[in-house]
């Protein structure tokens, strides 16, 4: 019979929720929802001078948001170091682990002497087996015992689900401390009871822990619990093939999420790091995802953070969207620009909205760049782009002038500027100016939205308006001897 699946996602409280600690909550979840079992949550928190509630809160924040819901009670770790105190005293009791009353520079001289002499050394456990009389003759001193676990001869073996077998001499493994002088009880031990109490079945969690994985077995065995399954997930590095940090951009989730991503795109591409899916495909929802993955489909190298990948990923999420989700999505990022719905004293036209949202959609890589690209659908106050004014007004101020002026005329007499009408104003003065229509649409462009490139133009002089088009085509005329002279100076 197998064990039910209990995995646990165990962060130590001490910063945001980086994005290596998000992806090893997500393959536990996966992994979790795929076999039917539970996903726990522990709070690794016994550092109490680096932990703090409030990335608690961040991480749980960051959990919901990219949809890991977790099964019962949240552990606390600091709440049960008494259950760590009274196990390794039940190891010493057992003869399993055993008060240690060397003082450090004594053990280190032990090591010295055996290194000089060509020995290798171990522990001796000379206090090992001393009498109560000893151990109070030598507390009376004021010696404070350490408590370590006794390791036994032999080799730890182990299947690794991600990495095979792993197999360690058990003389490399010393006589590890459990319990320090001072009473607190270690890292080590704090894990192993903790899995054990919360029968977990497997320990899936970066390949930094597979050096502590033989102590955590010795553990197990020593405390007569079932030693789960280990699988250890790949390393996440920057383009550069150095460990993933700040260096490489933004490392939180809650970063991403202020950026605008998706939540549905992190998942898939936090996904992708390591998981081989057996084919091209990259893009992912989420119900794929849960389909598909599978732990056995990790692989062990090394994983690349590539950030145009995600940021491709991200745009392929929006445009999976339809336009009312996005407007949901994207309207706190307006507002966080200062831009509102509907702007151009359109406040609160829904259809304008989603008009906009429709024609942006496309190229938007996040949820940030529909304030951005679209912030002249929402204020007549953007900025033109120098490099704009000086491609397609500062060449011959004066007949684009006119050219502005001539479209600004056309429009205003029209009943209704929609997109044919606004294509037929422009090829009917091209005609009859003979010009190209290049010579109307780029300027236009930029008089209208302040930049050389964006949404088909004909299509968002409908949108924007009549009388939005004219007011800007005005000012465009008025002021564009000093628009080119600015954009000039910005060029110096
Ligand atoms: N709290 C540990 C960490 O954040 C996790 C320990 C484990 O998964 O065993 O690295």
New binding site residues.
């Given amino acids: 019979m197998s064990r039910p699946v209990r995995v646990?996602f165990?962060?130590?409280p001490t910063g945001l929720l980086h994005i290596g600690?998000a992806h090893?909550a997500l393959f536990n979840w996966l992994f979790a929802r795929k076999e039917h079992g539970s996903f726990l949550l522990r709070v690794?928190d016994t550092d109490t001078e680096r932990s703090r509630q409030e990335w608690v809160e961040v991480i749980f924040d960051g959990l919901r948001w990219l949809g890991m819901d977790w099964d019962e009670e949240v552990v606390y770790q600091s709440h049960r170091v008494d259950r760590h105190q009274s196990q390794a005293d039940a190891l010493v009791e057992a003869g399993r682990a055993y008060r240690c009353y060397y003082l450090p520079e004594e053990l280190e001289a032990t090591r010295k002497e055996a290194l000089a002499e060509g020995r290798s050394w171990r522990n001796d456990r000379r206090y090992a087996d001393i009498s109560d009389s000893e151990a109070e003759a030598l507390e009376a001193a004021g010696r404070r015992p350490v408590i370590r676990l006794k390791i036994p001869e032999g080799r730890t073996v182990f299947q690794d689900r991600i990495l095979g077998e792993i197999a360690v001499e058990n003389e490399t493994i010393d006589d590890f401390v459990i319990v320090r002088s001072n009473g607190t009880p270690l890292y080590h031990l704090a894990?192993v009871v903790d899995d054990a109490d919360m029968n977990i079945s497997h320990?899936i969690?970066?390949i930094?822990?597979v050096t502590?994985t033989p102590k955590h077995i010795q553990l197990f065995r020593a405390l007569g619990a079932e030693v789960p399954e280990f699988a250890h997930l790949p390393s996440i590095l920057g383009e550069d093939k150095k460990k993933l940090s700040k260096r490489h951009g933004a490392v939180s989730v809650t970063e991403y999420r202020d950026a605008g991503y998706l939540s549905d795109a992190v998942v898939n591409f936090l996904s992708l790091l390591g998981w081989q899916t057996g084919d091209d495909q990259e893009y992912f929802t989420r119900a794929e995802i849960m389909e598909r993955f599978s732990l056995d489909q990790v692989h062990k190298r090394d994983t690349v953070f590539d950030l145009r990948k995600f940021e491709w990923l991200n745009g392929q999420h929006i445009m999976a969207r339809s336009n009312e989700e996005l407007w949901t999505l994207a309207q706190p990022y307006l507002s966080r620009a200062g831009l509102v719905a509907g702007g151009n004293g359109r406040d609160g036209d829904h259809d304008y909205a989603l008009e906009v949202v429709g024609l942006l959609r496309e190229r938007c890589r996040t949820l940030a760049d529909f304030a951005v690209q679209g912030r002249f659908f929402f204020t007549d106050d953007f900025a033109y782009n120098p490099k704009a004014v000086r491609k397609h007004w500062a060449k011959e101020p004066e007949a684009v002038t006119e050219r502005l002026g001539w479209l600004r005329a056309e429009f205003e007499a029209l009943d209704e500027l929609d997109t044919e009408a606004a294509e037929g104003v422009i090829r009917g003065l091209s005609e009859r100016h003979r010009l190209k229509a290049a010579q109307f649409i780029h300027p236009c462009r930029v008089a209208l939205t302040g930049e050389m490139a964006g949404p088909s133009l004909f299509h968002l002089i409908a949108v924007l308006g009549r009388v939005t088009c004219v007011e800007r085509l005005g000012k465009a005329q008025d002021r564009l001897p000093a628009i080119v002279d600015q954009a000039a100076v910005a060029e110096g």
């Fill in positions: 646990r165990a962060p130590s600690v090893t690794e894990v320990v969690r970066g930094d822990h502590n």
